[in-house]
């Protein structure tokens, strides 16, 4: 693991919003997420027969759809062959994150086992009514859940401890490196409104995908690119760590532009070797669309088009 870390932390008074925005954070996690349950893995749905049923009866729904409107799944979807249970299993994890599927699929009409089908329908509708009382559809954002609030709520949401740990980890080492160079209010704004940008990233990419996101990272890659074009020329402070071990951790100085093929472009490419819609549980969209707001940011800084803040000086 090696992480930028290009300001001293034990300096922690230097970096008041950073500190606010860490434990803003962890009081929301701790407040409201952390005794929180989001398995719905009890649903039969998510048995190997009704995840195989749900993609043959999907298979059904598209086909009732308007030429328009099934030309926008993928391709893989529409070549998914109903012989295959398999094939067929894949694409009913597809369809339970669907949002019109999600929305009206058990009105539609299906041929096969009715019973096996009325039966279905019930499991259907629990999974939906379970789905929506979550708290990470009700703080995430989705295709769904898109309302004013849930732009800025899913940035402080998280699902679980490691996750808000890896994205806290990375928001104070960066965050006071950011608020070290261009100030509080900078550093604010670039935090809600790359995540705002990393929120449409991930809008484009899902589609009609019902399945929220939350976390802190769209906010935290605007950061790191932001940073990273800002300071192009500096060489920085690196963390890194691989085992106990002595000389096996440590800090190495390195290229601030290092950040490019260590954080954005391994992003961009696991972006593109996710399948769509049935990725990792990492929005690397969502990561790109930060850091593309962090990268106009920087230039629109190195341009002069804001100030740097005032340097205090103590007697």
Request: charged content about 15%.
């Amino acid at each position: 693991m090696i992480i930028p870390c290009p300001e001293n932390l034990r300096e922690f008074r230097r970096f008041p919003l950073t500190i606010t925005l860490t434990a803003l954070n962890i009081f929301i996690f701790v407040l409201i997420f952390s005794g929180s349950s989001n398995d719905l893995s009890n649903n039969r749905l998510f048995e190997l027969e009704g995840m195989t049923l749900t993609g043959r009866l999907y298979y059904q729904y598209l086909q009732e759809l308007p030429a328009e409107t099934l030309a926008e799944t993928p391709k893989w979807v529409q070549q998914i062959s109903t012989s295959n249970s398999d094939q067929l299993a894949i694409l009913g994890a597809y369809a339970l994150r669907d949002s019109h599927f999600l929305l009206n699929g058990d009105a539609g009409k299906y041929h096969g086992d009715q019973v096996q089908i009325a039966t279905w329908r019930e499991d259907f509708k629990k999974f939906r009514t379970d789905y929506k009382d979550q708290l990470m559809f009700r703080f995430g954002l989705s295709s769904i859940e898109k309302g004013p609030l849930s732009w800025i709520t899913y940035q402080f949401s998280h699902s679980n401890w490691m996750h808000l740990f890896s994205n806290l980890m990375f928001l104070v080492v960066i965050g006071a490196a950011v608020e070290a160079l261009v100030g509080s209010t900078a550093l604010l704004a670039i935090y809600v409104l790359g995540g705002i940008t990393g929120g449409l990233g991930f809008l484009m990419s899902q589609g009609s995908g019902v399945v929220p996101m939350v976390g802190a990272s769209a906010s935290v890659s605007a950061l790191l690119a932001f940073y990273c074009v800002a300071q192009v020329k500096a060489r920085i402070r690196y963390l890194y760590f691989i085992s106990p071990m002595p000389e096996h951790y440590g800090s190495i100085y390195l290229p601030t532009l290092m950040i490019i093929p260590l954080f954005l472009v391994a992003d961009l490419a696991n972006l593109l070797a996710a399948p769509e819609g049935l990725g990792t549980g990492v929005a690397y969209a969502a990561h790109l669309g930060g850091s593309l707001f962090g990268m106009l940011g920087a230039i629109a800084y190195r341009r002069g088009m804001f100030s740097k803040p005032p340097v205090l000086t103590e007697y």
